[in-house]
Each structure stands twice: as C-alpha cells, then as structure tokens.
C-alpha cells in the first residue's frame, strides 16, 4: 500500500510544469569522478542517505573501483554493483574522502556482520531529489530512503522470515575510525563515529557526527558487535577468539571501539516494513536526538518526503525553463540540484553548532553553513547564489564572518568547522567583495574588510596566505620560497587584491585601493615574453628552467601550478584582460593563444583554474562568437543526462553552476566585479524569479530561438531595446525585466 | 610541607598498637605470582590506584615479565623496573588479567604519549593500607596516592618547569581495547574504558568502566591523543600520518577509538603539586562523578587517606594478636587485608549498579559486591568472613541471590556482573549452606535452597553443573561425556550436594537431604582399589588407562583433573573423610598415603583443592599432632613478609584466608558443615572481637605458649576446662570465649 502511494506521488508530480524535481536526474556525476551521489537529501541538509557500493574485496573484480585504493571521494559508483549499505553522512562532488559513515545495511536470514560477505548486488535503483530506493538481489528487500535537513527515514521491505537491520560504525567512506555505541531501547539506539582527516590530511583534526536511530518496530534480539584488531603476541596462542567477531547480544551500557556495529533481529511471520529513523549532529547526541523529533517525530515516510519534494520544488524555482529537450531541462536542474548540496548546513535545529577551532559549541539564531569549498567557489558558485539566493548567501557570508571571528582567520576549505586548508589562494575575500559589489551589504562589512586585510598583510605565520612577504616584496612568490605552485598562488593572491581593492574602493577606503589595485597586477612579473606564458621564476629573478608549459596537465604534480599547467594558468587573470592583451602583443596574438589551448586540448573542463576561458573571446571585438561555439561544444561534450554527465568532479556545485549559468546565455566572468558576459542561451524562454527583498523585479525573462543549431547571438534585446555590448553589469541585470537573444546558425563575426 | 605531613601520619599511627595497617606490607605477595598488588585502596573498593609495571619491550630484558607474553593477572610485579603509570581499577590475587586500565602518568619535559617512551624506574616505594608512594628517576617526580571506596586521589610533585599528567586509555593489563574520552575543561575529563574477557575468555561479555578526573590546577594546554592501527592498503601510500600518533590539542568533544587517551600540560615556575581526583562507576559518566563528588569532593588528600586509613584500621581491628614477631604479625595483618580486597563493592554511592545478564541497571540499598571467585573461597573464606564480618557475608549472600535474580543462576566466577564461568563446580551452594548454618539466617533462604536446587536438577543447558544428566545417572562424570577434569567436578559436585543436603536436614526437607546426601558420596565410584586413588572413569565403568597419578601437577592439562593431579584431589573429600579412610583400608593407611603426598611434594599449597589437607590427620587419633607439624612447616615456608611471601596466587584472599585461620589456631575443615578443627596457634594471645548482633559474646580470645620452638599442642582448654577434641562446632565457638592452647616443643602422641 504505501509502495503505491510511493509511486504514485512520483507519478503525480509529473503533471505540474512548476515541479522540477521532476527533472532531476541524481545519477548525473556518479560516475566519471563527478564524485555526487543519488542519495536522499533535503536542500543543504546535514544528512544525506546514500547507497554505499565502494567497499569490496578488489580481487578478481573487473571495474574495482574500490574506495581506499582509488581515494574515492563518494560512498557510490554508478560502475560498482556490490552494495554495503547506506550511509547517513555524505559529501557531494568533493575531491577527497571524507564522511560516508553511520551505514546502515537491511540483511535477511542468519546474523552476519562482515560487509563483505553481506554485502548484495542490486537492482531497480530509483531517485530524484530527496528520494533513493533500490532492491537488494541476495535478500529481496527494497530499500527507500527520504530525508529533511537533518534527519532521514528508511523503510526496508523484508520478506516473510528472519530480517536483520545493521548499523555497521567500523566501515565508512574514508579508512579513519572509532565509535560509540549504546543500545537504548529495542527500538532506539545512540552514539557516534568519529570523522576527519579530509584529504588524508590534518587526522588530528579528526571529529565526531552524533546520531540517534530509532526502528519502527521493537526487535526481537538486538545486540553490538565488535572486531577487535588482530593480536600478533605471544597472548595469540591462547585468545582463542583472536582476530574474530564478537556478539554483544542483549548488551544495553556503551561500546566503544574502532570497529563496532548493532544488530536489530526480526523474525517476521508475514512481508513486513521497518522503518528506521536517524537523527544526527555535530554537537551530541542529545541534538541529534532532538533534530530526529523536531524535523521528523511522528511523521510518516510520505509526508518527510513530500515535505523534502516541495522544499526541493520551491529552491529549484528560481528558474523556469522552457523549450529545450527533457535531457537539457534535466542537465539544467540537476546541476541547479547539484548547486544546492554544499555549503550545508552544520548547526542543530536549536541552533548550535561547533565553532571553528575554538573547541566550543556555537548557537546560532541564522544559519551556520560549512563546507566552503572557496578555492573552487569563488569563481562562480557564490555568484550563482547573489542571483538566485541572495538571503542564503548573505546568510554563507556571515558563516565565513562567524569563522573568522571564531578561528581568527577567514575560512580556506572549510569542513564542519575544520579549516583543512586544501588548495592554494585567498578565496574568501573575492566572496565577499562580490557579495557586497552586487548590492548584498545586510552584513558587517568593516569586519569583512578587517579580515580580509588580515589575510592579505600577516607577514607571519599566515595560514590563508603563506609566503606573503616575499609576495609583497617581490609581487610574486618564487620557486624559491617554499610555497607550492607559486605562479598559481600569486595569481590567486592577485585575484583577492583585486577583490580587496574594489571593495576598498567602494567602502572609501582611497589609499587601500591604490595599494591592492596595484599589487593586483603583479603577476605581470611572471610573463614571460618568449613562451608568452606565466612561468616560474626564482626569487633573483631569473627564469625557472627547463620550463615545459605541459607539464601540470591531469593533476600532475609540477614546479609552477596547482592541478594545472601553463596554459590552464595564464588566462586566469580575469580582473586583467586588458592587460593579458597588451602583454600578449595585442588581441590577435591573445586569440591565437587561447585558440591554441582549445584546439590543442589543453583547455580542462574537469577543473577550475580555465573555467573562464571559454568567455574571453568577449573580449576580442569580432570573435564573441567563439565564446558561444566553445560553450555550445563544451555544454554538449560534457554535461549530460548520464551517469558521466559531469565533466568531473562536480567541485560543491562549482561546474553544476557553470553550467547553470552557460545554458542561461550569461555569465560572471570577473570574480569580485559585478559584471557578467554573454553566451547564448539553451532555452527558449527562462524565467528567473528573484528575491523581492533584494532585486528591483520579481522576475528576468530570458528568451531566445535556441535551438541545436541555433547557437549563435545575432542580437541582443534589453527590456526590447537592442544591446550591443556582450557584457552587462549587475546593476543593469537587476534593472532589466527581459533580455532577448536573436540567435542563428552562424556566426556574427 | 604536605608531604611532611604524610610522613608524620605514617609515623603517628605507629604509636598505637590498635593500628592494625601498621602491620600492612601491601608488598607481599606483588611477586612468586601472589597477583597482589601494592596499591591504594579502601577495603573492598570499587576503584584502587596501582603503580602498573608490566609493560615495556623485552627485547633486552633479564627478567621480562611482561603483561601479554606471561598471562599476567596483576598490573605490578615487584621484579619489574619499568613503570608506565598508575592503574585506577584493578584486581588482586586473581589468577587472569583484568581492568588494571585508567592509567594516569606524571611525565616532565616535551610530551611523549608513547608509554614505552615515557615509562621509567623508580625509587623508594612506600606503601601501605591505602597508600602508596613512589618516585619516579626519569622525572623527578613523587607521585602520592590515596583512595577512598569508588574514588581516589594522585598527588604529583613535580619540579620547576614543563610537567604534564597523561591519561592513558589504550593501554591496560590486558590486551582489551576501546575508550571514550571528553575535555570537559581545563580541570576535568570524563571518559570510559572497556573491560572483559577475563582468561581470554567471552570477550563478548566485555563491558565499559565509566570515569571522571579532575585536576587540582588548570592545564596551561591540553589534548587527546589518537593512535590509530597502521594501515596496509595502497592508502598508506598517501597517508603520510600513517602509524602515527595524532595530537588533538585543546579538542573538547568526544573522541573514541582503540587507543587514545589525553594529556594536560603546565608550565611551573617553581615546583609545584598537581593533585588527580577520579572516580570510577559500572554504571555511567554521572555516577563516576557523583561518585567523586560524594565521596572526595573537596577532601584534601590527607583527609581522604586518614579516613581509609581508619576504615582499614576498623576492618582489622577485629583480632588483635599479640605475641608474635613483627613480621608474623605483618604477615597476619596482611593476610587479612588482602582478604578484604574482593569480594569488592559493585555498587554506585546511589545505589546503581549494573545487573547481571539482565542488561538493565539496578538499584539496591544493600551493598552489591562482585568478584566471587567461589571455587576458592567456597572452602574457607565465606567461613573467616561468617566469623568476623557476619554482616559483610549476609549482604554477600543477598548479592548472590540477587545475582540468582537477575540471571537465573546463582553465580560461579562473576566479575563485575558478567560470569566467566571459569572452573567448575557448584560452589555458591556450599557457601549459601554454610552461611545458614553457622546461624546468618537472615536472608531468603528459601530462594537459596530453590537456587541450589535449580543448579543441581536442571539436566538441559545448566551453565553451573554440566554433565549433570551423567552425574546423577552414573555418579560421576565419565571421560566420555566431554566435561572437563571429570574426577574434580564430580568431587565438587558432590561437596555442592552435601551441602545441599545439610541445608535440606536444617530445613525439613527430610527428601530432599536423603536424596543429596546419599549423591554427596557417589565420588566413592571413582574410587580405584589398585591405586587407592579417585581415577578418571569411562561410562561403561572402566577405568581410564593409562592413569599416571602424577599428570595435572603444576596446572598441567590432564585427563582426569582440574588444575591438580590424583594426589591433590584423592582427599578432597572432607565431607567424608571416614568413608575415605574406609575405602583406603583404615587410618593408618590413609595417613600413609597422606604422609606421602606431603613428603613426596605432591602436596601443592599454591592452590586449592588439597587446601585442608594438613588439617585430616586431626581425623586420626594420636596423629594429629602431624597437622600441627605440617602448618607450622607449611606457614615458615610459604608465608613471609617479603614480595613472594605468598605461595602463589592470593586467589581473591583465600590462601590469607588459610593462613589466618591457621595462624589463629582452627580452621572450617568441611565446607557447609559448622565445625573446626585445631591446630597450634602462633600468637600468645589473640583476641577475637565479634558483631553483638550475630555472636553471644563480644570477644574470644585465644592464648597459648606459642613461640618458634612451641608448636605442638599438648592440651586445649575451653573456658578453662581441658577440652579433649581436635574438633569444635561453631556453636561451641561461638558460646566460648576463652581458648588456651598449651604447647610445647614435642608432639602429644
């Protein structure tokens, strides 16, 4: 019966054009390292319940895509087959391992606690936002699971027999362990496992997520297991239970231990449900608890899902796209879905939460978020956000202030108030001068700047920007000075200045400008007139040699970039096109050179540091057209509806939002400069809706003659006036109500 | 100054001889595996701070006796050098390893949390009834500890500079592992420790001991520290943390895993004392520190010392001997603290305490103890604490049956509310008989008796007696039927089933004593005539051949025994010693093969089952002066106030047990049947103070010539009338209350 009404509200939702949900397709980036999962999740939530099908015994396995030996970054595969479990903590589109724990896995028949030999192949898998179910081949349970922000429901259909429901706190996504445990009740139990070491780094900054689980149905037996390690001394001879599993049957006081997992036993006369319901948190297990009742309580599978549904429905409203295909509705929404999984939220229903480095617990009246991916995030997710959802960026950039605050320092990569200090660069600040630059200035903006300068000036002991004496001294850090990637670096650190000198700018602030503006452009120094590249140099100013410009391409490790090579760097001066083009010798050589990096693959869709590359063409009077022929070939090469439908990894929504913006016909081409530049749109007609407390109009209308072979701007209308720029800035965005693209099949040169 | 005061206590007591800890070597027997060790605690406490020794790398080392490699059941060897930290649950003179976790270690300098680093000699051990001091060479450091029942305190004199007090909660006695821990400030930690697998065996029963801590100065930093097991996948390739310890500075959530632990730092100007207050709990973090709270809270170290040195004082203050050498009387004294250690008290101040099997926790007003090591203590010690503590045996009784409760068995070796099962028999029983009937009526004994019952009748799955169909059918326990040791299990049986019987005589139960008592005899079919020895037996009736009576000496696994060869168990049957001495074809040659058992060495006084052995030729007119020669022989030897002045395991008091009683001159010869047998005391007067409630009169007191060449007794005299028996009943005892041995220096043949 509820199966029914399970299939029958996917059904109904399907009627309604204003239901996007209807065209996510949560299968798009599991495979191709897109590193997302089909989980249920609520729109940021905490919680996520995802397959698991990344443990498994790689021998004789064909496609081992096994999550230690490959550093597998989400709990699920789309190639992988053997399932585990489902994990109750996940990340979505990250780089590194990390959470994908609190597995809980429906078994039938005998007791067996060894994922491996319990785990099952699977079929039928089904999901959509908020929404996963499977069916399990080795025990004929269907498995389904809904989610709110920070609790979830699964319901397992068992079979007439003996049913078993574990929760294995041994396994996870990444190899760190530790646990508790504690049976409260035959249908509740409580503990934690402990977390960390995001990139198999900082494990000392390793955490503990709280959960409560309480089943729908009182066990029959219950009990903990645990797998103590193996014993090599001489004691081995008579522990006879050496290396084996233990049984804690009935045992009702805490466990704790590396490898520990609780078993609920059912023996059902008939087919029969257990819905299980967990709760978690970062803060304890009381809030964990309290989540659970507060979000969930009493309420039955189909309303926490209908209720994630229309939550998922109203955030993915903000466009309303028309007259594409399904598959390109449903690459739009599901990257607009992917976009809206991290940052997420961290505090408890009650409003606390773990303050960054401070050791203590936080309450909060806003929203706390965490998992700032800012290295990747800066470049166009937080501007998708000041557009669509300027309230829950405002909301994120006082996170960032409360971090700041709290550590001392604005966050870098920051997870669950950890600042794991991934990547190079000063991400923050470019966030927030952006913010603020588009009109969204409801937070603290002195202490903004107070921290961005912090950043930018410590001359020691600068977490967020090492090697920033020399940077100062020299206007660029040299091969010389320690710090990794130093011409990305500096590029990076340019990026903030520009960032810090046009907020200063704004706020005033006359002899700041001057001094940012100016280091902005330092990067110059690194031109190198020959290659025409930026190129490593030594701190006595001699060039790095030998230099090939490939080397860094496919993540490689190299002398002078981060994940990159020389071509994926030297364009990555946004703020300085004019510039790029003066020392290039001018707008033909600048072109030849950015044709060369596409025509010669060195142009990375799987990353961030080109990501702007394809809209430069703008600034080439005549060959804008460029730009909308790269972004047609690359939205049609890389996004699709499938499994692979992601260049890569997802990067928190970084590429999701990329492409977001590209098949809306614009984009924000300078971080930390309200303007954006011109593609050609995908759709008909896009209707964005926009926060009536911060644009002007309710809506943008967005329409266009899109079509597969239309891809190219003829026209420009604003508001049905022509418009004959390929940039608009923020301020004229807002003011508009409707932009029209005149498009054809050829190019206007 | 604090410590001067410390000395001038040690030295005060010293003036009064009613101070009977001042003849408390709390060193004796910490070596020859007396499983004793020198730590604080109050009598039968809950918690024990214990210096722990027995861990170190024996690659090098003269005399390893280290923890694993030697089974060790004692967290402190007297031989041993290595200290890495004092214990703060512990067991003593049992015969497997247990708790002995918790360790707090006073460190100076850099911090070091690997203890085969930080770990030390030492000097100038001080110790005595609830106390124990000690310096520590590689730190300079004096570290002071006291206890009083669930809490204790550490006193650490550090010297000028950085000091620091690790908490070790992965390392143990045993190889055990999983802890919990929590900063709650810069004063305090609360955490637990799990325990279990008592003899390698059910690690499935393994259980959590529950603490807090808090220090008497604020840490000027502090952290956990982590050591997780060393990975083997291709992961540690990237791991660069791999098999490394992990410091998590200043970290105030929980941290859990295998082996962590926690370390507060200071930095002193000038020397300073540090003072560590925890207290332990079975049941749960709020009952550890209500535990603390009530009974420490804001004591001073010399408060709590003075008032468990009172305790002490009080508890063995029930005889006063006078007329013994020192060390006679130390030995005396000691014996008897150490029979006061277990069984030890379970329960929370509140009443809480973990129920056995059930899972759930209890509340009694009563005192729930634990630690029944009841197949040694079922033979004499039960009877000492009948005589001198007839309360304590009541509320030992309750606990038994309230373990009959909550289990549906009465218990057999239970340890902290789990039961090990380990050795064999039927001992409660025996116990609960021979508590009624020496006239401690008052608990349910109608429940005990039903319990009795139980234990012998039940035929399917009895966890107490298996093999118990065979018995009853056959009369013994063949080899055949796969129970253990067949010929000691059938003894033991048949002690539980006389002990029944005496009960079911004393109740009415005119069936029922007919039935047990005619049972209590069924040993005699495993009588052989040739060897004149109890011979292990097929079901068919045939003996087992071939039968070397020596085999099962020294623990030696065998066929036919438990922990005992032939000669140890043929006269372990004092229920029926003139059966006995029928079958071996009359005294004379009982006495021979007696005689034999003693010269040969096949007497075995490190263990129980030929315990009275030295006690039968009182059944043998004119030769009991040879008891009186055997216990003098017996007691020169084994009993010594140095570290092996025990001679062997302590067995939870019941080799002190023997020796007090010894000492004093009679001894509880038959299990469950109200009567002693004498023998020559070794003090001049010895006076027996008695609970009013129980006993008719206040004092007993016993006289004698007794000195190192008078050990022979020449005549009894009761009340000053000669008293012409080797035996006396209780109520005899109990009525008398003046007992004159006179003794000279040859036997009274």
Avoid at 31 to 37: E, K, L, V, Y
Avoid at 309 to 322: G, R
Avoid at 414 to 436: C, H, I, K, Q, R
Avoid at 727 to 746: S, W, Y
Wanted: hydrophobic share 35%; with cysteine; aromatic share 14%.
């Amino acid at each position: 019966m509820k199966l029914k009404v399970f299939l029958f509200s996917l059904l109904s939702i399907s009627i309604y054009a204003q239901n996007p949900t209807e065209y996510v397709n949560s299968f798009i980036g599991t495979s191709n390292f897109g590193a997302t999962h089909p989980g249920a999740i609520a729109p940021r939530g905490m919680l996520s319940i995802s397959p698991f099908n990344v443990s498994f015994d790689t021998k004789g396995i064909e496609n081992p895509l096994e999550k230690d030996s490959r550093w597998l970054s989400n709990p699920y595969v789309n190639e992988n087959k053997f399932l585990t479990g489902f994990t109750h903590v996940n990340m979505s589109g990250v780089g590194c391992p990390e959470l994908g724990v609190i597995i809980a896995m429906p078994t039938t028949g005998a007791l067996e606690t060894n994922h491996l030999k319990y785990g099952t192949t699977y079929r039928n898998e089904k999901a959509s936002a908020g929404i996963y179910s499977v069916e399990l081949d080795k025990y004929n349970v269907k498995a389904e699971m809904t989610a709110s922000t920070r609790a979830g429901i699964s319901r397992y259909h068992f079979p007439k027999g003996e049913a078993n429901v574990l929760i294995n706190l041994g396994l996870g996504l990444t190899n760190e362990q530790g646990a508790m445990v504690k049976i409260v009740s035959d249908t509740e139990i409580e503990g934690m496992r402990m977390v960390g070491s995001f990139c198999y780094n900082s494990p000392e900054l390793a955490y503990p997520v709280y959960f409560v689980a309480k089943f729908s149905k009182p066990a029959t037996s219950y009990g903990v297991w645990q797998k103590p390690y193996k014993y090599d001394g001489v004691e081995s001879q008579w522990m006879t239970y050496n290396d084996q599993i233990r049984l804690k049957e009935g045992f009702a006081r805490e466990v704790v231990g590396d490898s520990i997992g609780t078993y609920f036993r059912y023996k059902f006369e008939k087919p029969e449900m257990v819905e299980l319901k967990v709760g978690v948190s970062y803060v304890s297990i009381e809030n964990a608890r309290e989540n659970l009742e507060k979000e969930i309580g009493n309420a039955s599978f189909e309303t926490v899902y209908q209720q994630t549904q229309k939550a998922w429905n109203e955030v993915l409203s903000v466009a309303d796209v028309q007259g594409g295909t399904a598959d390109q509705k449903t690459i739009f929404y599901t990257g607009l879905y992917h976009a809206l999984i991290h940052p997420n939220i961290l505090n408890d229903i009650n409003g606390d939460y773990p303050e960054a480095t401070t050791n203590k617990i936080g309450n909060t009246k806003n929203t706390r978020y965490t998992v700032f991916s800012l290295w990747d995030t800066y470049r166009n997710y937080h501007q998708l956000l000041s557009l669509f959802y300027p309230q829950e960026q405002l909301n994120m950039v006082k996170s960032m202030l409360d971090i700041y605050q709290e550590s001392g320092w604005l966050p870098k990569w920051e997870l669950n108030s950890t600042e794991t200090f991934t990547m190079v660069g000063d991400p923050a600040s470019v966030v927030l001068a952006d913010t603020y630059l588009k009109g969204l200035t409801q937070f603290d903006v002195e202490k903004a700047y107070e921290a961005m300068l912090k950043g930018a000036n410590t001359i020691k002991n600068n977490p967020i920007r090492p090697g920033v004496e020399e940077y100062w001294k020299l206007g660029y850090l040299s091969v010389d000075g320690g710090v990794s990637g130093p011409v990305s670096t500096t590029q990076e650190y340019n990026i903030a200045d520009y960032a810090i000198a046009q907020l200063a700018k704004k706020l005033g602030k006359k002899k700041d400008f001057e001094r940012f503006n100016k280091q902005s452009l330092s990067y110059r120094k690194l031109f190198d007139k020959q290659t025409r590249l930026l190129r490593p140099r030594h701190a006595n100013g001699q060039w790095y040699a030998p230099f090939n410009p490939e080397s860094g391409a496919n993540f490689e490790k190299n002398v002078g970039y981060i994940e990159g090579n020389a071509w994926q760097y030297v364009y990555m001066v946004t703020h300085d096109i004019k510039g790029m083009i003066q020392m290039m010798g001018g707008a033909k050589a600048f072109e030849k050179q950015l044709d060369y990096i596409f025509d010669q693959n060195q142009y990375d869709m799987a990353n961030e540091p080109d990501i702007a590359y394809p809209f430069l063409y703008n600034y080439i009077k005549g060959s804008e057209w460029k730009t909308q022929k790269r972004m047609d070939d690359l939205l049609k090469t890389y996004f699709k509806n499938t499994p692979d439908g992601l260049p890569g990894n997802d990067d928190t929504g970084v590429m999701s939002a990329w492409m977001v913006y590209g098949m809306m016909g614009f984009y924000p081409v300078v971080p930390a400069q309200p303007i954006y530049t011109f593609t050609a749109p995908k759709f008909n007609k896009i209707v964005l809706k926009l926060d009536k407390k911060y644009y002007p109009n309710e809506t943008l209308t967005i329409e266009s003659n899109a079509s597969d072979k239309n891809i190219f701007i003829r026209q420009i209308f604003i508001d049905k006036k022509p418009y004959n720029s390929y940039f608009i800035t923020h301020d004229q965005l807002k003011k508009a109500k409707h932009i029209r693209f005149e498009l054809g099949e050829t190019p206007k040169k």
